[in-house]
């Protein structure tokens, strides 16, 4: 099974920061990268896939990028609405798919 | 629209089964395989496996096989997790998801979670 981690774990940031959050797979995947957006008591988001295609309705300081193993999601300035855990989802192979998570919280 | 509803919060011992259901509509229910993934209390989330709605085919991940049973009822557009043996860390929400972009293997959309709660 393909093995994804993600960094920082969590991390602490001020409305209007510039924001990244670090996935790696553990083989390459080349593209078959997705991020989404949970909050809690509901069901994550899409917000970004095949690496750094901008889901639909998603806003643009939302990007991502990368391809192989190393991938970027980046909230260009952070909004109220963006406190919320991220996840990166591996999509080449069936098996475990979904990176740890990363925590944003207000600072 | 498109949309999965799953079915309502149980409460199970220690043992116990318990099913999910999750009924699809707005879109051509077998065209599109179902995924499970769970989230435990403060976890990550966790994918349990698949079911091919066409065919019937699953695929679990390692640490459900023999424990978890995917199906479906194409009449309803339905699709089912049954999960055995229940023990207190399968606590969680349980999510089914679909996969509308296929090429990109995106979970689009998501159903709105089931809590599953097992307590002697």
């Known amino acids: 099974d393909i093995q994804m981690t993600q960094s920082p774990s969590s991390l602490s940031a001020s409305v209007g920061d510039r924001v990244t959050i670090t996935c790696r797979a553990s083989q390459s995947i080349s593209t078959y990268l997705n991020w989404y957006q949970q909050k809690p008591g509901k069901a994550p988001k899409v917000l970004i896939y095949?690496?750094?295609t901008l889901q639909s309705g998603v806003p643009l300081r939302f990007s991502g990028s990368g391809s192989g193993t190393d991938f970027t999601l980046t909230i260009s300035s952070l909004q109220a609405e963006d406190f919320a855990t991220y996840y990166c989802?591996?999509?080449?192979?069936?098996?475990?798919?979904f990176g740890p998570g990363t925590k944003v919280h207000i600072k | 629209q498109v949309q999965l509803v799953q079915s309502g919060a149980e409460v199970k011992k220690p043992g116990a089964s318990v099913r999910v259901s999750c009924q699809a509509s707005g879109y051509t229910f077998t065209a599109y395989s179902v995924h499970w993934v769970r989230q435990a209390p403060g976890q990550g989330l966790e994918w349990m496996g698949r079911i091919n709605p066409n065919s019937g085919d699953a695929t679990y991940a390692q640490n459900f096989r023999g424990r978890a049973t995917m199906t479906r009822d194409t009449s309803i557009s339905t699709a089912y997790m049954d999960l055995g043996g229940l023990r207190s860390d399968d606590t969680a929400v349980y999510y089914c998801?679909?996969?509308?972009?296929?090429?990109?293997?995106?979970?689009?959309?998501w159903g709105q979670g089931t809590l599953i709660t097992v307590s002697s």
């Open positions: 095949d690496a750094s």
């Open positions: 989802q591996q999509s080449l192979s069936t098996g475990d798919t």
């Open positions: 998801a679909t996969v509308l972009m296929a090429a990109a293997g995106v979970f689009d959309p």
